[in-house]
């Protein structure tokens, strides 16, 4: 049996029998009690979608109870990132996968039934660590931020067991192999369908399942186990927000879109966008600019960038807002919509009007005409923009409208507090 499959196994076949000594008591964890956090990469800096999300749970659960975090690193940046939350007094356990290592877990995995992305956070050493760290601890609780690391978790005697699946991975690569070709399409529509097995079978391992919107459980098969799965949002913190600033160098009107550019859906959406609709729309608008921003462009990216037909490639920037704060409209021409998209959230939060591609609007609950403008053909972007840019009155409602949606759904505090929930819960240990 391949390195680390046992335990990868036990992930799949949700075996409890053996989890507690005293199986069958109610047992109240109490109001503060010892958390193990294992997520999939290092929860800071929050520079990106999950990394955002996985910062604000570790931020509020510290505030409230005693939390040992546990990551793979495979960077220097992460290495860096331990290191700063280590002097700033976090609990930490961290274990180096080299890219050898991961390799050849990806080939393990790849010769098996197990997803590839199981194997890919895979490490045998720091599955030891987190045993002993559990048997020394005496964890109350065990919160697991991304399905791709339930395998750690699966077979520790700790009373409850959160898993936060955030989106489902099985429903985001089915859509890489619909908007991806052979052989990677392949690949793709493999990897969806042992996430699906994988995940239905998550369920009945652990005590509580978090999703990060209705369209997303919505589309999860719980087959009977209901109870256990609850909706947990994303937030914004409207404070930190910086007050508006004028952006250097920056040319107006302008759109812009922003996040990280080496992540599939984000590279999708942009090079559709200019591909497209970007003619179509400066053929309407000469003076328009869009601004990509975001770090690690890919070479196809870095190809769009073309200052004489008001293309802006930007790569990292210490801050997005002055772009966000220098835009006409934001744009969000995400196909592969999963999840919630939080760029779309801090555009609404900077007061940036948006056009969103539908899947995308439903992921965060918005209203299109309220809270943004929606668009999936090019026809449509290129009518949506144009209204932003020409009728003040609706950029204006769109705005307002916006940040009240942000004010009312997505404060983090109060999303969060589903924690409180789930952990004053008594725990039927079997």
Not at 267 to 283: A, I, N, P, S, T
Not at 371 to 399: M, N, Y
Request: with cysteine; charged share 25%.
């Amino acid at each position: 049996m391949c390195e680390g499959a046992e335990y990868l196994e036990k992930a799949a076949t949700a075996c409890h029998q053996d989890r507690w000594a005293a199986c069958g008591q109610d047992v109240p964890l109490g109001e503060k009690v010892k958390l193990l956090f294992i997520a999939h990469r290092v929860p800071f800096p929050p520079n990106k979608g999950d990394k955002i999300r996985s910062f604000h749970e570790l931020q509020y659960l510290r505030k409230k109870h005693n939390v040992h975090v546990a990551v793979p690193v495979d960077n220097d940046d992460d290495r860096s990132a331990v290191r700063e939350l280590t002097s700033l007094g976090y609990a930490m356990t961290a274990q180096d996968i080299s890219t050898t290592s991961r390799w050849v877990n990806l080939m393990k995995s790849a010769c098996s039934s197990r997803p590839l992305s199981v194997g890919a956070f895979w490490s045998s050493e720091l599955k030891a660590k987190i045993d002993t760290l559990a048997a020394r601890e005496q964890f109350d609780a065990a919160i697991v931020f991304s399905s791709s690391m339930a395998a750690y978790a699966i077979d520790l005697k700790i009373p409850m067991r959160i898993i936060d699946f955030c989106d489902l991975d099985s429903a985001k690569f089915a859509q890489y192999a619909e908007y991806t070709s052979a052989p990677k399409s392949w690949i793709f529509a493999i990897e969806s369908r042992r996430l699906r097995h994988y995940e239905k079978r998550l369920v009945s391992s652990f005590d509580h399942i978090l999703l990060i919107s209705p369209e997303e459980k919505r589309l999860f098969d719980v087959n009977g186990y209901e109870d256990k799965v609850k909706v947990m949002s994303n937030g914004v913190t409207l404070a930190a927000m910086p007050k508006k600033v004028s952006a250097p160098d920056i040319m107006t009107p302008n759109i812009v879109f922003t996040g990280v550019m080496d992540y599939l859906p984000n590279v999708d959406g942009v090079c559709w966008f200019v591909d497209h609709v970007w003619k179509m729309l400066r053929r309407a608008r000469p003076d328009l600019s869009f601004y990509i921003v975001g770090k690690n462009p890919v070479d196809a990216v870095q190809e769009l960038h073309s200052p004489s037909d008001g293309v802006f490639v930007t790569g990292f920037v210490p801050e997005v807002a002055p772009y966000l704060f220098s835009a006409g409209a934001f744009v969000a021409p995400i196909r592969i919509a999963r999840g919630m998209q939080t760029k779309i959230l801090e555009a609404m939060a900077h007061g940036v009007p948006v056009i969103s591609s539908r899947g995308s609007a439903r992921g965060i609950g918005a209203t299109p005409a309220q809270e943004l403008l929606v668009a999936d053909t090019p026809e449509e972007f290129v009518s949506q923009i144009l209204t932003l840019l020409t009728d003040r009155g609706t950029a204006g409602r769109l705005r307002e409208n916006a940040l009240n949606f942000i004010r009312q759904k997505f404060d983090w505090d109060r999303n969060l507090a589903v924690f409180d929930e789930l952990l004053a819960m008594p725990h039927t240990m079997a």
